[in-house]
């Protein structure tokens, strides 16, 4: 299984668990669940909480969906990267963390890829997402 911390994006960062053929999708699923969990952050937090520092907050979205991969841009600027409707919806998933209260959210796509039990926390409308 291919892990690759792709971009850093001012305090945000773009992750991608690559589902190659003839991998099993669901322990992939599991596996990124599992690094979401940030066990080693409540620790750290927990550590700081005696010293009176600050919280720290991470939002985390799991999603799976299909990307287009490779260098992008011009002749003097080239960024690999991935680009597409799944990195957008992961995007826009995630902005819904801070509305919610939670700091973990999961598509229904990813979901039904890893077959975990998860509370439903509904429908929303995203913007520039067309509903299904």
């Known amino acids: 299984m291919a892990v690759e911390v792709l971009k850093f994006i ?3 960062m ?4 690559a589902l190659v053929d003839g991998a099993d999708r669901a322990e992939i699923a599991a596996r990124a669940l599992a690094a979401a969990a940030r ?3 409540a620790a750290v937090n927990e550590a700081g909480a005696a010293s ?5 907050r991470c939002d985390i979205t799991l ?3 299909d990307v ?3 260098n992008i841009g011009g002749e003097s600027r080239l960024d690999f990267t ?3 409707p799944a990195v957008n919806l ?3 998933i995630e902005s819904l963390c801070g509305q919610l209260g939670k700091d973990l959210l999961l598509s229904a796509d990813f979901v039904t890829e890893s077959g975990i039990q998860c509370t439903l926390l509904g429908s929303f409308a995203l913007k520039g997402i067309a509903a299904e």
């Open 63 to 65: 999603h799976v969906g």
């Open 90 to 92: 992961a995007s826009r």
């Open 39 to 41: 066990t080693a952050l």
């Open 68 to 70: 287009h991969y490779g």
């Open 14 to 17: 773009l992750v991608i668990f």
């Open 10 to 12: 001012g305090n945000a």
């Open 52 to 56: 009176g520092a600050l919280e720290i």
């Open 82 to 84: 991935v680009i597409g």
